[in-house]
């Protein structure tokens, strides 16, 4: 029996990909019930996990052993269920697949995908996709919402996957990083990887014509090699908002404008709601705020559940 270390490049419930630091891919189960502080997960282990296992040259190695986690991105299991569900671990970056239209993306999610990842301390880059199916309208509001993040802080990059077009920006991001895919199902995640490492060959599929929404073709994260160097986990279509552990009290300060007009408000611990003397309201007066991603902080601020979805 001899102990080695990899990573977890694929789970599928109850196995495991991993690439062995040995250079070799093998296949894993875990040993009983491995438990992680603080998290109570449907998956304990999970893609992108740097484990140890015990490879008794039978081909099937057991994990006994999760090293300590950089950081992760979670959603819960269900909408009603306490447990949550760890889409990837040990990233270096997110990358938000958005699409204006086909399917259509709102501006809710994407803040709510934002807030997730400035909590996780995870940078985040938004990709929008699919500029070739864009009309007129559809061009303007690209042009609006690329301004208003940028205008924020964040990079955003508009692609289309099926034509190919401005790709080599997608590799510059890509190179020598993990990152980690997201966005609704159907925007083309499991595309645009086949586009920058074509012998990959992801399933992919149209999207409903009917509902105008993806068909959750891609069921399980996993992790893939980029020949160019780095990593990239595809992900499932998150449906809704997903993503889950933010409290209250501290949710302004993942949407960064807000934190910084939050400094001069009367009271400390202003929610920046419906306290007078609110330099937040103020700035969202003058337009120094979007309306838009004030309407997203307050969405969750007054989700009725503790835990942000
Ligand atoms: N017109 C156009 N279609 C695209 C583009 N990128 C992807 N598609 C199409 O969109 C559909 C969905 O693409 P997928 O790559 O399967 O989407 P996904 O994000 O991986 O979806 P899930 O795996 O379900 O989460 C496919 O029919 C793609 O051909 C694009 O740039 N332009
Ligand atoms: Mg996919
Ligand atoms: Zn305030």
């Excluded at 399917?103 to 996709?129: C, H, Q, W």
């Excluded at 992790?223 to 279509?237: E, N, Q, V, W």
């Excluded at 993503?243 to 009271?267: G, M, P, S, T, V």
Aim: hydrophobic share 35%; aromatic share 8%; proline share 2%.
């Amino acid at each position: 029996m001899e102990q080695k270390n990899g990573l977890v490049i694929k789970s599928t419930g109850s196995r495991y990909t991993v690439l062995s630091d040995d250079g070799t891919m093998i296949i894993c189960r875990i040993r009983g019930k491995i438990r992680l502080k603080g998290i109570k997960s449907t998956n304990p282990v999970s893609v992108g996990d740097r484990i140890v296992y015990d490879d008794d040259g039978s081909g099937e190695g057991v994990i006994s052993e999760i090293k300590e986690r950089k950081n992760y991105i979670i959603r819960k299991a269900t909408n009603l269920s306490k447990e949550s569900h760890i889409i990837a671990a040990n990233v270096d970056q997110a990358v938000l697949i958005v699409t204006i239209n086909y399917p259509m993306t709102s501006k809710v999610f994407v803040d709510r995908f934002i807030a997730a990842s400035e909590a996780y301390g995870i940078p985040v880059t938004l990709v929008f996709n699919k500029t070739d199916r864009y009309d007129h309208q559809h061009q303007q509001i690209l042009e609006e919402w690329r301004n208003l993040y940028e205008s924020i802080g964040y990079q955003t990059l508009a692609v289309s996957a099926k034509k190919q077009e401005d790709l080599s920006e997608i590799e510059t991001l890509l190179k020598d990083k993990i990152t980690v895919l997201s966005g609704h199902s159907g925007v083309g995640k499991s595309t645009l990887i086949n586009r920058v490492e074509p012998t990959l060959n992801l399933k992919t599929a149209e999207i409903s014509a009917i509902h105008q929404s993806g068909k959750h073709t891609t069921t399980f994260a996993e992790m893939h090699a980029l020949s160019f160097g780095g990593f990239i986990i595809d992900t499932p279509g998150i449906r809704g908002f997903g993503l889950i552990d933010i409290e209250k009290e501290e949710l302004y300060h993942y949407f960064k404008e807000i934190f910084e007009h939050a400094k001069n408000c009367r009271f400390n611990n202003c929610s920046h709601y419906s306290e007078p003397g609110c330099t937040v309201k103020k700035a969202v007066e003058d337009g120094l705020i979007a309306y838009s991603r004030y309407e997203s902080y307050l969405s969750i601020l007054l989700d009725k559940n503790d835990k942000y979805r």
